[in-house]
């Protein structure tokens, strides 16, 4: 079963339009690599630009967020709707940041992911447990709550489609990033919860990524492990030789 590798840059609340053209202009044609997906995932501000740079390349462009509802009284939101109008492909749900500090449970994470689908949009649903969870030997039942409720009342074509990302909270923009063994373990792990709830084919299908302090030199060694299907970077998706770097590494 061959997946194809995904790298995605996280932007997080970086870069101005401008700053991302000229991100932009410097990556076409470089972080373009057969057999590799290549995504950039910018604030809602750039999507436009970037919609509009990215024509004619292999490089995706995705959101941070969405909001369940199509429209609405939701002062401040953008939906899926608006998402798909401008031509995003991809949209991040549930990533730790989101949960910690804008309240995002495992219910609306959910919301999100239907959305997602329901705009013909590709999500890219993030798990991982805390410091304090991993230390009290959590990490895979706390990936499992995660996962299963992410995947709620999804059909096996759509679940095939979800592209998880297996980021564990300390190793988060720390510099820590864990070791592809133990990365491998937990996302193996996560490939079995969906086999449990789809079969062996979905979960053979799903594509896992590994995030957490990803660089250049370390990419390789993740995307070498048997299930782990690419990453999800913060940091060292800001800067354009880094991002190229990353997605030569995931050949
Ligand atoms: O949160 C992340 C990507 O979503 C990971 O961030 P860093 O790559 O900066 O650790």
């Keep these: 079963m061959s997946r194809k590798p995904i790298i995605a840059g996280n932007w997080?609340?970086?870069k101005t339009i401008g700053e991302a053209q000229s991100f932009f202009s410097e990556v076409k044609g470089k972080a373009e690599v057969d057999g590799v997906e290549s995504v950039i995932c910018a604030p809602f501000t750039a999507l436009?630009?970037?919609?509009?740079?990215?024509?004619?390349?292999?490089?995706?462009?995705?959101a941070q967020n969405l909001?369940?509802?199509?429209?609405?009284?939701?002062?401040?939101?953008i939906s899926g709707v608006m998402l798909a109008d401008l031509g995003v492909k991809y949209v991040i749900i549930g990533h730790s940041e989101r949960r910690a500090y804008f309240a995002e449970s495992d219910e609306i994470v959910n919301k999100k992911t239907h959305a997602a689908f329901k705009h013909g949009l590709t999500p890219i649903v993030c798990v991982g447990e805390k410091l304090e969870e991993r230390e009290a030997d959590q990490t895979k039942e706390v990936c499992k709550v995660q996962t299963?409720?992410?995947?709620?009342?999804l059909s096996a074509e759509q679940a095939a489609q979800v592209v998880i990302a297996y980021e564990?909270?300390?190793?988060?923009?720390t510099g820590k990033s864990s070791t592809s063994a133990d990365a491998e373990d937990v996302i193996a792990y996560i490939r079995g919860i969906v086999a449990g709830l789809y079969g062996e084919a979905t979960a053979n299908a799903v594509r896992i990524?590994?995030?957490g302090s990803v660089k250049p030199n370390n990419v390789a060694e993740y995307l070498g492990q048997a299930n782990i299907d690419g990453a999800l970077v913060g940091g060292?998706?800001?800067?354009?030789?880094s991002y190229i770097?990353?997605?030569?590494?995931?050949k």
Excluded: C, R
Excluded at 67 to 77: K, L, P, S, Y
Excluded at 148 to 153: I, K, L, P
Excluded at 245 to 250: P, R
């Design 209 to 211: 990524q590994y995030g």
């Design 148 to 153: 299963e409720a992410a995947f709620q009342g």
């Design 48 to 62: 436009p630009a970037l919609v509009e740079a990215a024509k004619g390349t292999s490089i995706a462009i995705g």
């Design 245 to 250: 770097a990353l997605v030569e590494g995931a």
């Design 168 to 173: 564990p909270i300390w190793a988060i923009g």
């Design 67 to 77: 909001h369940f509802e199509d429209n609405g009284a939701f002062t401040g939101e």
């Design 236 to 241: 060292a998706s800001l800067e354009p030789a």
């Design 12 to 14: 997080k609340m970086f």
